[in-house]
């Protein structure tokens, strides 16, 4: 968790031609959002799309799946209201920011920004907020993809997971 934007921002370099497109969770952005800062600086266009659920997904779905709790994981300040604005940080460096929360939206926002960046050749970021409770698929690689709400329905069936508090 974090290294996604530096990732990004070194495949860019190494392959300039290729258009470069980082998915991350909004506390994953978090741990390495200064490069931001780098890749506005050198003009290196990648676009960052943060899934913004306002928890740290990793530890509540281990704690919701493993554990049956959900303790100390949000990153949502107070309220749905008080987050981490992503966009004005974006625009801070130089880049562009978006925020999108519908999934309509989310299409039209990404062209946008890749148009944006073909122009300006610098980075774009969408905060793409979705629902508090969303759950990530995740896997330790592409074909190991756990889908947690199979595997919760699935359970909830064979009778072997209560419904979280």
Do not use: H
């Not at 980075?123 to 190991?144: F, K, N, W």
């Amino acid at each position: 968790m974090g290294w996604d934007l530096p990732a990004a921002i070194g495949a860019k370099i190494a392959r300039p031609d290729k258009r470069v497109v980082q998915v991350v969770g909004d506390y994953g952005f978090e741990f390495c959002s200064e490069e931001l800062a780098m890749a506005c600086m050198y003009n290196v266009p990648v676009l960052s799309l943060i899934v913004n659920n306002g928890y740290l997904s990793l530890i509540r779905q281990t704690e919701k799946y493993g554990y049956n709790m959900n303790y100390e994981v949000s990153i949502w300040y107070d309220s749905e209201n008080k987050r981490i604005d992503f966009v004005k940080f974006a625009e801070a460096f130089g880049a562009r920011g978006e925020r999108v929360e519908g999934p309509d939206e989310i299409r039209p926002a990404i062209e946008r920004s890749l148009w944006w960046m073909e122009k300006e050749k610098r980075p774009a970021l969408l905060d793409i907020i979705v629902e508090r409770e969303t759950d990530a698929s995740m896997g330790a690689s592409i074909d190991a993809i756990r889908e947690f709400e199979e595997e919760r329905e699935a359970e909830k069936k064979k009778g072997k997971l209560k419904e979280a508090a």
